[in-house]
């Protein structure tokens, strides 16, 4: 199974180039997605012997996301595997993905966070449950960690996705419609590595994109 990394960031020259070199122990590439960063996260990403692509500008996670898998398509992947550029995925959990979507017939395996969701921020926490349980049922399948950037998705669903939001909510409008083209949802428990990161979601503007997102799928 031919897979690639993708990693959506913006200025993320601090984390950047130790992930891309621990990416590259278990994939042969890694694309790093740069949103129109500040800083050097381009060139960072580029000397660890990531392929970079740089928007000029600020587009958001879902935008950078969309870019990727059509690079992805374009360069004959079976699947990719996304992973925020934060930190805090493990990127030692690349092969058990792989060995998963392997072994299902789901077209996408999404982390779960959940069952050790100890250090997570309280407030994220109950958020993700709450968003979880409404994509749950929207799915009509049990997904547990819905807002679980650090999944594989595989070339069949990405070639039937059609996404058209460019923030946070495409993640959600993944699942959505990769449910809506019959494709199974599954999961497996991952760590998750808190330091001090302050998340770039908006509560309220997100929030509200979300709920755009939940009424235009009815």
């Not at 913006?10 to 992930?19: D, F, M, Q, S, W």
């Amino acid at each position: 199974m031919k897979v690639c990394v993708l990693i959506p960031t913006y200025n993320g020259e601090a984390t950047i180039p130790r992930l891309v070199q621990e990416v590259t122990k278990s994939v042969e590439r890694c694309l790093v997605v740069d949103d129109g960063s500040t800083d050097q996260t381009a060139d960072c990403a580029s000397r660890a012997g990531a392929a970079v692509i740089r928007h000029s500008s600020n587009c958001g996670k879902g935008a950078c996301l969309r870019c990727g898998f059509d690079w992805a398509l374009r360069e004959g992947y079976d699947g990719v595997i996304t992973m925020d550029g934060d930190g805090q995925h493990d990127p030692r959990d690349i092969p058990r993905f792989i060995k998963k979507a392997k072994e299902s017939p789901a077209g996408i395996i999404i982390g779960n966070r959940m069952e050790s969701a100890e250090k997570m921020p309280l407030i994220r926490r109950l958020t993700n449950r709450v968003m979880s349980w409404i994509i749950s049922r929207i799915c009509s399948q049990r997904i547990p960690d819905s807002q679980c950037g650090f999944r594989l998705i595989k070339r069949k669903v990405l070639e039937r996705l059609g996404l058209v939001t460019s923030r946070f909510e495409t993640e959600s409008e993944i699942l959505i419609k990769a449910h809506r083209a019959n494709f199974e949802i599954d999961s497996i428990p991952i760590g998750t590595i808190y330091r001090n990161e302050k998340s770039k979601i908006s509560p309220l503007s997100d929030t509200v994109r979300f709920i755009k997102l939940i009424i235009s799928c009815r």
